[in-house]
């Protein structure tokens, strides 16, 4: 495999790996290419990132290399996340969200089980309208990020506390409860007829 290619080859590995990102023996076994190359790799396209000041930039954090964003656009992403026009929550974001409301604390893994597609995009969306956060970390190989819904996700429904959800009616099979659980916060949402913009 030529370098350019290896190099493209786990820019997309880090995108798909999301916050958790890839160890060096990870990205060694995935590519089943020698870990002194890809540690090169890694070097260069940090380098290639400060260089061509690209928006995005590769950082290693307890062993693990992932896509960070530069914390002086942090402004921007700050409008990207409270933009009006952004202020509606898609069919993938309401799913995530009905399965961390009546789940939680649940793993990114486990709702992608449940969703059976990929969620880390939805989780983010979430993470940054202030719906979701961090409440901890499983006891899990890899320790990963437990979420939990938030303060503003209780104004944002009007309720008063977790336990005012809708109660859904027992599926055996995750999608129909699934299907159920995002209705009943639709539904709930609908009734508060409330934007992100009442959302202090």
Same mark, same amino acid.
């Given at each position: 495999?030529? =370098?350019?290619?290896?190099?493209?080859?786990?820019?997309?590995?880090? =995108?798909?790996?999301?916050?958790?990102?890839?160890?060096?023996?990870?990205?060694?076994?995935?590519?089943?290419?020698?870990?002194?190359?890809?540690?090169?790799?890694?070097?260069?396209?940090?380098?290639?990132?400060?260089?061509?000041?690209?928006?995005?930039?590769?950082?290693?954090?307890?062993?693990?290399?992932?896509?960070?964003?530069?914390? *002086?656009?942090?402004?921007?992403?700050?409008?990207?996340?409270?933009?009006?026009?952004?202020?509606?929550?898609?069919?993938?974001?309401? *799913?995530?969200?009905?399965?961390?409301?009546?789940?939680?604390?649940?793993?990114?893994?486990?709702?992608?089980?449940?969703?059976?597609?990929?969620?880390?995009?939805?989780?983010?969306?979430?993470?940054?309208?202030?719906?979701? *956060?961090?409440?901890?970390?499983?006891?899990?190989?890899?320790?990963?990020?437990?979420?939990?819904?938030?303060?503003?996700?209780?104004?944002? =429904?009007?309720?008063?506390?977790?336990?005012?959800?809708?109660?859904?009616?027992?599926?055996?099979?995750?999608?129909?409860?699934?299907?159920?659980?995002?209705?009943?916060?639709?539904?709930?949402?609908?009734?508060?007829?409330?934007? =992100?913009?009442?959302?202090?």
């Amino acid at each position: 495999m030529d =370098f350019p290619k290896l190099k493209s080859i786990i820019e997309g590995l880090l =995108f798909l790996s999301g916050e958790e990102g890839l160890t060096v023996k990870q990205l060694t076994e995935i590519t089943e290419q020698p870990g002194d190359l890809i540690a090169d790799a890694l070097e260069e396209m940090k380098r290639d990132c400060e260089q061509e000041h690209r928006g995005i930039q590769i950082v290693q954090i307890a062993g693990s290399y992932k896509l960070a964003t530069l914390a *002086e656009h942090a402004p921007y992403f700050e409008r990207l996340a409270y933009s009006p026009s952004r202020s509606s929550l898609s069919q993938a974001a309401l *799913e995530t969200l009905a399965i961390v409301a009546y789940r939680q604390p649940i793993t990114r893994v486990e709702i992608e089980e449940i969703r059976g597609v990929k969620a880390e995009r939805a989780i983010q969306t979430l993470t940054n309208k202030g719906l979701i *956060e961090e409440v901890g970390r499983a006891e899990a190989i890899g320790r990963p990020i437990l979420y939990g819904t938030t303060k503003s996700f209780l104004d944002y =429904f009007g309720l008063a506390t977790i336990k005012d959800l809708p109660e859904p009616s027992q599926f055996e099979g995750d999608m129909d409860s699934l299907e159920e659980e995002t209705q009943l916060l639709f539904d709930k949402l609908d009734g508060q007829q409330l934007t =992100f913009d009442d959302v202090e």
